[in-house]
């Protein structure tokens, strides 16, 4: 089953925080109910790959100034039928920021969030459930924008509010932080 490793992911992800467990269960059934959840055509939702993206310091993270939802968030999106979405996450990483040398700092899951999606010309509005792992930049963190972004920037990670009051970015801020 191509969902196993997610929906195994998600498990353990729901043991280590037990304050999302209501949002880990609405993931876990989305994932089992719909076999083609991995594919944008789904209309309803599809499962994201984001990236929390930390410089080799730790101190700052790359956001984008999202075009089509103009908010800062982390890079990442859609999975587009692969079902290893720690490699669909890394790839919408390097698309969205010409970074090559980024690295998992974990298998496991950081964090995760269902969001509404707007409607937007022929596209419904829909559900984003989002899988975040962490990367970090080993190397080089010169980046480039792409099409997809107004800009992007390292922002310090302790500074994170300058740019975002979105709740489950500062959730991620704080997880980092206290890892």
């Known amino acids: 089953m191509h969902r196993t ?14 304050a999302e467990t209501d949002m880990a269960d609405r993931l876990i059934d989305f994932v ?30 790359l956001l984008t100034h999202h075009k089509k939802l103009n908010m800062w968030l982390q890079l990442g999106g859609h999975a ?9 996450a890394l790839r919408e990483a390097v698309e969205e920021s010409g970074i090559q040398t980024l690295e998992a700092v974990s298998n496991e899951i950081f964090d995760i ?10 596209e419904p509005a829909h559900l984003h459930h989002d899988i975040r792992f962490v990367f970090q930049c080993l190397e080089i963190e010169d ?10 920037a390292w922002v310090e990670i302790e500074s994170l509010e300058n740019y975002t009051t979105e709740t489950s970015m500062l959730r991620m801020k704080e997880k980092w932080l206290n890892r």
């Open 32 to 61: 089992e109910t719909h076999p083609d959840c991995f594919k944008r055509t789904l209309r309803v939702g599809h499962i994201t790959g984001s990236a929390w993206v930390v410089n080799k310091a730790g101190t700052h993270v």
């Open 113 to 122: 969030d269902i969001h509404l999606i707007p409607a937007r010309k022929t």
């Open 5 to 18: 490793d997610l929906l195994s992911k998600l498990r353990n992800y729901r043991k280590r925080w037990l």
């Open 80 to 88: 587009d039928g692969n079902s290893d979405i720690l490699d669909a």
């Open 143 to 152: 980046y480039v924008v792409s099409d997809e972004s107004h800009d992007l």
